[in-house]
């Protein structure tokens, strides 16, 4: 099971930390996700890392913005999100899948979102 935190509302060029507790992982849970979905918009990859070897991946729209991490210890996913945008304003989900993936259909687990919004 996954359970997102840490969403809310902040000003452009501010920051925010997103948190994905982790719990009953299996073998098929060998990368946590991070995706995002805007209004009318559909559900697109952010930031993924590999439970095990930490290797990490990026959406480009986030990159030298967004840092993702795992914690094997406190079995957590963060999403460090910096110089944030208006539009970064979406509803934020954890994932899991059993290889690296970029859209939403190769997800296997997911958890309930978290709302992310950005004033101007």
């Known amino acids: 099971q996954l359970q997102a935190s840490g969403g809310g509302l902040v000003q452009a060029g501010g920051s925010l930390r997103l948190s994905c507790a982790v719990s009953?992982?299996?073998?098929?849970?060998?990368?946590m996700n991070w995706f995002r979905q805007a209004p009318g918009k559909e559900r697109e990859f952010v930031a993924g890392v590999r439970w095990r070897e930490g290797k990490k991946r990026y959406a480009d729209f986030v990159k030298g913005r967004f840092a993702i991490s795992r914690d094997a210890s406190k079995k957590t996913v963060d999403l460090q999100m910096n110089s944030l945008k208006p539009e970064d304003t979406a509803v934020y989900f954890c994932?899991?899948?059993?290889?690296?993936?970029?859209?939403?259909?190769?997800?296997?687990?997911w958890g309930q979102g978290t709302q992310v919004t950005v004033s101007s």
């Open positions: 994932a899991s899948s059993s290889e690296v993936i970029s859209s939403a259909a190769g997800a296997g687990s």
């Open positions: 009953g992982l299996t073998t098929s849970d060998n990368v």
